[in-house]
């Protein structure tokens, strides 16, 4: 079934029967009984309650297969035990979609598990939608469609408008709905998915997408079940121009667990979504707070006018507030440009004693009159230095005479810059947040959340302007040798040079004497090292020895090794002395793949050698990547400009860089059932036009247990 199919029964139901309806309108099952009557649903109501004729002044069936007709949708309030045998009685009588509320399925164990599998195989076997079950249900606002129990509607229908909200948690999608109506944002369409055993928030994405009745996505996340699903609806909802904004809770531990690659503690599962949302167009947040704040930002600009650039003006009354906002600006990422010699000329003519600098300081003169405050904003806005204009508006929409200046002067800037960006920081009256919002401003409480909404539009301008690249088509690759060969350093090597990773010539000396006279053979100066399947992490034992210059310091370093090794790992197995040519010159990255526990294999790039789980300077992205999402990898590190050629030194080989990348994608997303991690530390990348090399590798079959570094 496509995504979002069939979800019109829940959305748009022209009838409702609620399954467990209750005269009390405190019960699970009471409340949507009431809701639909005192926000007066234009359908027909069929409460079924086998003990009752009569439910809230809605007459009441013993069962659904004596309702008059078959309802779009069936609210689902009985015990769990209960819960299969009623969707496929729904099923029967041809309800096309249900709403479980009830809990005790999967999250109770075993036993809830088994009752959630026979509901899905109800699905399966015909076709009904279900949302649930353990979930807060949806609502559809100016359809006054209602299958809910949330306090949210206690008192009043929150406005229709262009938010939607899809949430799996029912308490975090509720509260973001509530926030949005205090702001004065209307609302389309809220679902929450709860156990998502069979209708999950993509499936609200996509809908959403498609549907003329929303413009903005809001979505919160716990997880995600099937991510070819999700990446599906962001991708819909991007193309549609419908921006999506993201929730993620729940940061993955599972990165941080001490395990047998760098990788693994480096590329954490919460770092895998922030590529996927990057790649797929949509914004994630960090708070509720911020969720909503950019929901109403993106309503009142239209998600046609989003800001061009990260270039702010900020307009002020205070001096104080004007030092806040610009260090809240910059610590958010953008910039504050000094205006025009003719813009500061201006500035000051209007109000003589104004720091017309960058933030600018109007004094409180700025909000004595509406035209002063006028001059001021055009004045700014005629300076094509800024993509935003931030203006403190503070506490002043409490006082009626203040509340009238900004609001005759705001709405002048409007009408004469329909184009321009305009947030206000400004804590007033839930009315006046509400008017400017309909006048086309973002209005935000606080100096932090102010920039970071503007920081927050211009990211996502950024992401929506984004091409959207494929996923490339997967590489043949090689087959694995024997685990015992891919445990080994030299046995690593070897593999992924046939998958098209560059590697160093080297050899294998079964003894001291033999390391002196590969090396002699080699040139000087080498490298030598342990040979051990068994110690995955050879420079904690004593393993790599470096720059050898002569067969007597080889077969000195050699001796040493052996019994260093054999003190500090005695039941490790020594497979030899690895000798390779000591090479320099270049930057060190580190190369990784894991098996990310949703999205799958991933590939990671970062600063290598030994300080990378210090720095921890990475870029994640689900495999296969491609040569462009490669490079974007490496442009997005914050030792970029390490390859790139700072202060004046050679300019690294990215394309050779950008190659290791993609090869690297390839193999483990080729090998993603047999091959758990993988690291290439270093990657060492050299002048431009000379290529790059692994000096070191590392490969973690699957099911090989942890090692503590």
Same mark, same amino acid.
């Given at each position: ?27 699970? =099952? ?12 234009? @359908? ?59 809990? @005790? ?51 009043? +229908? ?5 938010? =939607? ?11 973001? +709905? ?33 549907? &003329? ?11 995600? *079940? ?37 990788? =693994? ?135 009626? *005479? ?26 007033? &009256? ?60 030299? =046995? ?19 003894? &001291? ?8 053979? +080699? ?23 470096? @720059? ?75 495999? &296969? ?85």
């Amino acid at each position: 079934m496509r995504i979002g199919e069939g979800l019109e029964a829940i959305f748009r139901p022209r009838s409702i029967a609620i399954l467990g309806a209750s005269q009390d309108s405190t019960k699970i =099952g009471g409340r949507p009984v009431q809701f639909l009557r005192d926000y007066a649903f234009p @359908g027909a109501v069929y409460p079924v309650n086998p003990r009752a004729t009569e439910v809230q002044g809605y007459t009441a069936y013993p069962s659904v297969d004596v309702l008059p007709e078959a309802p779009d949708l069936a609210i689902i309030a009985v015990a769990a035990e209960q819960v299969p045998d009623a969707i496929a009685a729904c099923a029967a009588k041809g309800v096309r979609g249900a709403v479980v509320f009830s809990s @005790g399925f999967s999250e109770m164990g075993e036993k809830g598990e088994a009752l959630q599998a026979r509901i899905r195989a109800i699905v399966a076997s015909t076709g009904i939608r279900v949302l649930g079950p353990n979930c807060l249900g949806a609502i559809s606002i100016a359809e006054r469609a209602i299958a809910t129990f949330s306090i949210v509607l206690e008192n009043s +229908m929150p406005a229709a408008g262009p938010l =939607g909200i899809a949430s799996q948690s029912g308490n975090l999608g509720s509260y973001a +709905m509530l926030l949005a109506s205090e702001k004065g944002v209307g609302v389309s369409r809220f679902m929450t998915t709860g156990n998502e055993c069979d209708v999950d928030v993509a499936d609200g994405i996509a809908f959403m997408a498609r549907d &003329p009745a929303t413009k903005v996505i809001l979505a919160v996340l716990e997880t995600c *079940r099937d991510p070819a699903r999700l990446i599906a609806a962001l991708e819909e909802a991007r193309a549609a121009g419908k921006p999506v904004v993201v929730l993620k809770i729940g940061a993955s531990a599972a990165g941080q667990a001490a395990a047998a690659s760098h990788t =693994g503690a480096l590329a954490g599962s919460d770092q895998v979504f922030d590529a996927v949302f990057r790649r797929c167009g949509a914004l994630r947040v960090r708070s509720i707070e911020q969720l909503v704040d950019l929901g109403q930002a993106i309503v009142a600009l239209g998600p046609d006018r989003l800001p061009k650039g990260r270039r702010v003006a900020v307009l002020v009354a205070s001096g104080g507030f004007g030092v806040l906002l610009a260090d809240a600006a910059s610590a958010c990422g953008l910039t504050l440009p000094e205006p025009s010699a003719a813009t500061q000329a201006r500035i000051t003519e209007i109000v003589p004693y104004a720091s017309p600098r960058n933030p600018i300081d109007a004094t409180a003169q700025m909000s004595s009159r509406p035209e002063i405050l006028r001059d001021i904003l055009f004045a700014v806005m005629q300076d094509g230095a800024f993509d935003t204009l931030i203006v403190l508006v503070s506490s002043a929409l409490y006082l009626p *005479r203040l509340r009238s200046v900004y609001m005759a002067a705001l709405a002048t800037v409007r009408e004469q810059f329909p184009d321009r960006v305009v947030a206000l920081c400004v804590h007033g &009256p839930a009315d006046a947040v509400g008017e400017l919002g309909a006048m086309g401003f973002p209005a935000i409480d606080g100096v932090d959340a102010c920039c970071a909404v503007v920081a927050g539009l211009a990211g996502l301008r950024e992401a929506l302007a984004a091409p959207s690249i494929p996923a490339p088509l997967l590489r043949a690759m090689p087959a694995l040798p024997a685990p015992d060969v891919l445990r080994t350093e030299n =046995g690593a090597k070897a593999t992924l040079a046939a998958a098209g990773l560059p590697v160093l010539p080297e050899g294998i000396a079964p003894d &001291p004497d033999g390391a002196a006279a590969l090396a002699e053979t +080699m040139g000087f100066p080498v490298v030598l090292k342990i040979v051990s399947p068994d110690l995955p992490h050879k420079t904690e034992v004593g393993g790599v020895v470096l @720059g050898l210059a002569s067969a007597e310091a080889v077969r000195a370093a050699a001796t040493a090794m052996l019994a260093g090794v054999r003190e500090k790992a005695p039941t490790a197995r020594i497979e030899g002395l690895l000798v390779a040519p000591m090479v320099k010159g270049g930057v060190e990255l580190i190369l990784g793949t894991t098996r990310d526990p949703v999205f799958g294999p991933v590939v990671m790039a970062g600063l290598g050698g030994i300080f990378a789980e210090i720095m921890r300077d990475v870029a994640v992205r689900p495999a &296969p990547v491609s040569t462009e999402q490669a490079m974007e990898m490496l442009r997005g590190l914050k030792a970029f400009p390490l390859l790139d050629g700072a202060r004046g030194t050679a300019r690294a080989d990215l394309a050779a860089a950008a190659k290791a990348i993609v090869d690297l994608s390839h193999f483990a997303a080729a090998h993603a059932a047999t091959i758990d991690a993988i690291d290439i530390n270093p990657l060492l990348v050299r002048p431009e036009g000379q290529g790059a090399v692994a000096l070191d590798a590392l490969i973690v079959p699957a099911g090989e247990p942890a090692h503590v570094h």
